[in-house]
């Protein structure tokens, strides 16, 4: 079964959960897993592409967005379309809500930043996922 891992702000926290992102995808790219990053429209898409090219100086994360890329040799997909994905490892998710595709993975990280509405949406996520049964857990980043 999926498991659900949901990374939650602090409100002193400094940053954003697409900040916080790249670091979950860069520790999983670290650790050898494939990513599929789901955002909720193609300007988040390209938003979350950019920050992946520059939020490290010392480092690159190979990543590009499905369907401009060749899947096969990119460890790190953008996706924002909803569309229909051969993945399995580890979703990021960063959609308003959870990808219709999120089960076929193993792991998926639901990111929760201070914006009120955000932490609403984050909790509906969290009372759809507990509601099916899903094993949950609960990161505070401070």
């Not at 096969?72 to 990808?99: C, K, M, Q, R, S």
């Not at 201070?114 to 949950?136: H, I, K, M, T, V």
Request: charged residues 30%; hydrophobic residues 35%.
């Amino acid at each position: 079964m999926t498991r659900i891992d949901f990374y939650v702000l602090a409100e002193a926290a400094r940053g954003n959960r697409h900040a916080l992102a790249c670091h979950i995808i860069d520790k999983a790219w670290q650790q050898k897993r494939r990513v599929l990053v789901h955002t909720s429209n193609a300007d988040e898409g390209r938003h979350i592409d950019r920050l992946l090219w520059t939020f490290r100086e010392q480092s690159f994360i190979p990543h590009g967005l499905l369907g401009k890329v060749d899947a096969e040799i990119t460890p790190v997909l953008i996706e924002y379309g909803n569309e229909t994905v051969d993945e399995h490892d580890v979703l990021v998710n960063l959609g308003v809500e959870p990808a219709p595709y999120f089960s076929q993975f193993e792991r998926v990280a639901e990111l929760i930043d201070n914006d009120p509405q955000a932490r609403e949406q984050g909790r509906a996520r969290y009372r759809f996922y507990r509601d099916r049964g899903y094993p949950l857990h609960k990161h505070d980043i401070r």
